[in-house]
């Protein structure tokens, strides 16, 4: 015989033909190469989901379950507004503005039709006493909107407005 060991031996018209022995894994290997690592899997899948780990990665990612649903934006266009600047010189400055500002509720948008000529009086006074240098660039206009978002919400106290947006605004 060779030194191949045999499962089997046939003897056909004399001659000896050996199949070769097949091998099986035993418990040990099974244990370490298949068992072992899916028990590691599970204990690592079970740390990540336990300790939340994985939440920073959802949020980045766009899919975080614990956010909180996105509400409605609503829009509430005001009448145009023309206003004379303050002036120091002969020729009259005029600013011609359309806002629109942007709520959560929509229930806001019938309180604050009752609550419009307030708000268009606090506009009409604070953009009354403005400068043409009151103005100019972005820094000008951002002043502007974050003063008129002011004076907005404290004109409709119990309504929140999240923003003022500029539609149209016209410097002459």
Known sequence: MSDTT????????????????????????????VVLPLLLLGIAGGAVWKLNLLA?????????????????????DLPEMLVNLNSTTKQ??????????????PLATKKLDDLLPRVLDNFQVYLRELR????????GLYRLKEELLLRINAAVQP??????????????
């Not at 959802?58 to 649903?69: E, R, S, T, V, Y």
């Not at 009259?92 to 509720?105: F, G, I, N, P, Q």
């Open 56 to 76: 920073p990665v959802l949020k980045m990612a766009g899919m975080d379950p614990d956010a909180p649903k996105a509400k409605p934006v609503l829009f509430y």
């Open 6 to 33: 045999a499962d089997e031996t046939d003897v056909e018209g004399g001659d000896v033909v050996e199949t070769p022995k097949r091998r099986r894994f035993s418990g040990k290997k099974l244990v370490l190469l």
């Open 159 to 172: 309504i929140h407005v999240n923003d003022v947006l500029f539609k149209e605004m016209l410097v002459q």
């Open 92 to 105: 009259a400055s005029y600013l011609k503005l359309r806002v629109a500002l942007e709520l959560d509720d």
């Open 132 to 139: 043409m240098e009151d103005l100019n660039g972005s820094s």
